[in-house]
């Protein structure tokens, strides 16, 4: 069974830092890109950052440049995303995404749960 | 940067047709993807590249992108379509980025 099950979630502070993981199971975790969406509560979703196949392409939101970093370990199926200088604003939930390329520019056909990044005083 | 525009809500009676618009300009030349989230879950996919339809995803559901509009069309609506629909595309003028529309919630009255 295709999965990806997300952690690393919890309550930090303004200016705190956060690191995400993102478990794979299930397919050729190397032959496709991912992607990190998140969701504000109540919100709509927002595209984070993607990562190809390889690990070789990034790319960043606009909102996390500079201080979100995405990473992938191929021999371990894990997907990563190091959060620093975290502000009220990055308060949602996070879900890592599969996508049907090798790079970056497709569709999410696999989703995860989703884990809760909380920014607060 | 690219903008999708969604009608924030679209309702429907249980047998018709619903429809859910994704504005964005020219958005005829890109690859729309659209997404299927309910209550507390994670978001579904449930048409990509337009027009194609996962494995799994009922007929009802199907796509299609031409000028300055993409559309979804949900037929034969059941209550069980009710949720939030987001449409997907890349957008790769300036920066290699992913842009999702607003959402729209659909209800089935």
């Known amino acids: 069974e295709v999965q990806l099950l997300e952690s690393g979630g919890g309550l930090v502070q303004p200016g705190g830092s956060l690191r995400l993981s993102c478990a794979a199971s299930?397919?050729?975790?190397?032959?496709?890109?991912m992607s990190w969406v998140r969701q504000a509560p109540g919100k709509g979703l927002e595209w984070v950052s993607a990562?190809?196949?390889?690990?070789?392409?990034?790319y960043y939101a606009d909102s996390v440049k500079g201080r979100f970093t995405i990473s992938r370990d191929n021999s371990k199926n894990t997907l990563y995303l190091q959060m620093n200088s975290l502000r009220a604003e990055d308060t949602a939930v996070y879900y890592c995404a599969k996508e049907v390329y090798s790079n970056p520019g497709g569709a999410f056909d696999i989703w995860g749960q989703g884990t809760m990044v909380t920014v607060s005083s | 940067s690219y903008v999708l525009t969604q009608p924030p809500s679209v309702s429907v009676a249980p047998g018709q047709t619903a429809r859910i618009t994704c504005g964005g300009n020219n958005i005829g030349s890109k690859s729309v993807h659209w997404y299927q989230q309910k209550p507390g879950q994670a978001p579904v996919l449930v048409v990509y590249d337009d027009s194609d339809r996962p494995s799994g995803i009922p007929e009802r559901f199907s796509g299609s992108n031409s000028g300055n509009t993409a559309t979804l069309t949900i037929s034969r609506v059941e209550a069980g379509d009710e949720a939030d629909y987001y449409c997907q595309v890349w957008d790769s003028s300036s920066d290699h980025q992913g842009v999702f529309g607003g959402g729209t919630k659909l209800t089935v009255l």
């Open positions: 299930g397919f050729t975790f190397s032959s496709y890109a």
């Open positions: 990562i190809s196949g390889s690990g070789g392409s990034t």
